[in-house]
């Protein structure tokens, strides 16, 4: 059997391990510079708040003191899952981390599957605050399902289990076809106008149908929702490649101001590839006016570069984004979009015959810079060429980082 945990409104649920008079009322978190609502309590849901909705839609329920809102503070959210995540492995043993919120299990030896998905849902609450749901089936596909029948039927205990075939039949009947896992809007519908209405009503299609209109990918889901698994629980594959890119809240025109939060987004990034063991050989940057401002003058540029020897440190991956950036800014353009992207990303590292730099040294110097970062917060040791990436973005509505800056750690009077 197959087991999917999936944390119930994920950033709505971390906002309020830390914040109790959330609980129960409506909630929404926004996106990078407060755009659009990005995540929905039960409540929100329920007031007809719709998923990516611009906030200035609904900032009059906020203002009338009817909505609770909070910015993405996704460093928190990270640090959450990390939390929630390694849990679940200490429980199951065999796992895949899907998302931040959502992990496939291998329950392949345990007696009794609904007993230990119960058991979850209790001990990851009572250890971590965050309520989460679990599906256990047959296939991926098929735990996909059982989830959301957790999360919706408080009767499940938080645990559903799809385990013979009258359930998945009496589950599948209750699923609209755009709702299932792996079918995007424009199968669903074409399926629709094909009269399938329902997860089942696709289940009982022929193979061959099944795959003239979709192809591989349209016969795998239609094998697993027919009980037979496709997909195995594996560890993915490593990464290939490393973003970190922004969309600033405001124009930026000066070459110094972009320069410093190119050279930031180059130093977060090789820290995140170090944090795996990575190193990377190349390394990308590129820039962008505001599109949507047709009446502006608009360009958009990259350049890459390649490094002699992979590298995770943020002093060469800054040096080689600034000569990148050079090359490409222009005066004259207000720039809304900036990017660094780290490539060809490995485990090893071969030294040149002439290299230069102590690679021994300079692997002792970012293990303490890293160890310093641990306690004492990201902004603790920064290079010089960096500026704040908050300078560039709009949250009006964040919340500390409870977990993971020590200033931000809640204070209990007595």
């Given at each position: 059997m197959i087991g999917l945990v999936d944390c119930n409104n994920f950033f709505v649920s971390c906002e309020r391990v830390f914040d109790p008079s959330l609980e129960g009322v409506p909630v929404v978190v926004l996106s990078g510079n407060d755009g659009c609502v990005i995540a929905r309590s039960n409540e929100a849901k329920a007031m007809g708040i719709q998923m990516g909705v611009p906030f200035f839609r609904v900032r009059n329920?906020?203002?009338?003191?009817?909505?609770?809102?909070?910015?993405?503070?996704?460093?928190?959210?990270?640090?959450?899952?990390?939390?929630?995540?390694?849990?679940?492995?200490?429980?199951?043993?065999?796992?895949?981390?899907?998302?931040?919120?959502?992990?496939?299990?291998?329950?392949?030896?345990?007696?009794?599957?609904?007993?230990?998905?119960?058991?979850?849902?209790?001990?990851?609450?009572?250890?971590?605050?965050?309520?989460?749901?679990?599906?256990?089936?047959?296939?991926?596909?098929?735990?996909?399902?059982?989830?959301?029948?957790?999360?919706?039927?408080?009767?499940?205990?938080?645990?559903?289990?799809?385990?013979?075939?009258?359930?998945?039949?009496?589950?599948?009947?209750?699923v609209s076809i755009g709702d299932?896992?792996?079918?995007?809007?424009?199968?669903?519908?074409?399926?629709?106008?094909?009269?399938?209405?329902?997860?089942?009503?696709?289940?009982?299609?022929?193979?061959?149908?099944?795959?003239?209109?979709?192809?591989?990918?349209?016969?795998?889901?239609?094998?697993?929702?027919?009980?037979?698994?496709?997909?195995?629980?594996?560890?993915?594959?490593?990464?290939?490649?490393?973003?970190?890119?922004?969309?600033?809240?405001?124009?930026?025109?000066?070459?110094?101001?972009?320069?410093?939060?190119?050279?930031?987004?180059?130093?977060?990034?090789?820290?995140?590839?170090?944090?795996?063991?990575?190193?990377?050989t190349t390394l990308a940057v590129w820039i962008a006016t505001d599109r949507y401002h047709l009446y502006e003058k608009q360009y958009a540029d990259s350049a890459g570069t390649r490094f002699e020897v992979a590298t995770n440190d943020p002093r060469e991956t800054i040096a080689a984004a600034t000569a990148c950036l050079k090359s490409i800014f222009r005066p004259g353009y207000a720039y809304k979009q900036a990017g660094v992207s780290l490539g060809g990303l490995q485990r090893y590292m071969q030294p040149t015959l002439f290299d230069k730099v102590d690679r021994q040294g300079q692997e002792r110097l970012l293990k303490s810079i890293d160890a310093i970062k641990a306690r004492e917060g990201n902004d603790a040791i920064r290079i010089a060429a960096q500026s704040s990436a908050s300078a560039i973005r709009h949250n009006e509505f964040r919340s500390p980082c409870y977990t993971t800056v020590l200033r931000d750690i809640i204070r209990v009077k007595v």
């Open positions: 329920l906020y203002e009338a003191g009817k909505l609770r809102v909070r910015s993405a503070n996704i460093i928190l959210y990270g640090d959450m899952s990390q939390r929630v995540m390694s849990l679940v492995r200490e429980m199951a043993g065999k796992t895949v981390q899907y998302s931040i919120d959502e992990s496939f299990m291998d329950l392949t030896g345990i007696q009794d599957c609904r007993a230990f998905g119960v058991e979850m849902v209790r001990k990851v609450k009572k250890w971590t605050g965050i309520p989460v749901s679990v599906g256990i089936a047959s296939s991926m596909t098929l735990a996909k399902v059982a989830s959301k029948f957790a999360k919706r039927y408080k009767g499940y205990k938080g645990c559903c289990m799809i385990g013979d075939e009258t359930a998945r039949v009496k589950a599948l009947r209750l299932v896992w792996g079918i995007g809007r424009q199968y669903a519908k074409a399926l629709n106008l094909r009269g399938v209405e329902t997860a089942y009503d696709f289940s009982l299609w022929p193979e061959r149908e099944v795959s003239a209109l979709m192809g591989v990918n349209g016969v795998r889901t239609w094998r697993e929702l027919n009980g037979e698994c496709c997909t195995q629980v594996t560890p993915p594959k490593a990464a290939r490649s490393a973003t970190q890119s922004q969309t600033f809240y405001k124009t930026i025109t000066d070459y110094d101001e972009l320069a410093g939060l190119v050279a930031d987004f180059a130093a977060t990034t090789a820290a995140r590839i170090r944090r795996h063991g990575l190193r990377a």
